[in-house]
């Protein structure tokens, strides 16, 4: 990735979900002076990028960063090892312990 590419993708990183125009784009990720001498500077850059798959365009010419996929592990994990170590020595059985899902919202917010 060069510097032009990374330029944009920082520009695009502050507007999370957003698509943004490429007129936007090429006035605020190159600085204003740039734009004054190349205002379609980011033409080239925009096209390979999305050639690339690192940021997505709509039917309208607005730019957005591709959402990464989030990783679900579903496998239980523990806190940290040493806890594990200790709730095994204590030969209890730890079966009938609840599950909370990451996604649901917090009870005490309200």
């Known amino acids: ?15 999370p979900g957003q698509f943004v125009s ?4 090429c006035r605020r990720a190159g600085g204003k ?7 379609e500077w980011a033409t080239p850059v925009l096209v390979r990028l ?4 690192v940021i997505e ?15 679900r592990d579903k496998t239980p994990r523990w806190v940290s090892p040493e806890i594990r170590k200790i709730l095994e020595r204590s030969g ?9 899902d990451e996604d649901e919202e917090d ?4």
């Open 107 to 110: 009870l005490t917010k309200e």
């Open 50 to 53: 999305v050639e690339k798959g």
């Open 57 to 71: 365009s709509d039917s309208t010419g607005h730019y957005r960063l591709k959402a990464k996929p989030k990783r």
């Open 92 to 100: 209890k059985e730890f079966s009938g312990v609840f599950e909370v």
């Open 1 to 15: 990735m060069d510097a032009d590419e990374r330029d944009i993708c920082l520009y695009l990183k502050g507007f």
């Open 22 to 25: 490429y007129k936007e784009v």
């Open 33 to 39: 002076r740039r734009y004054r001498v190349e205002p």
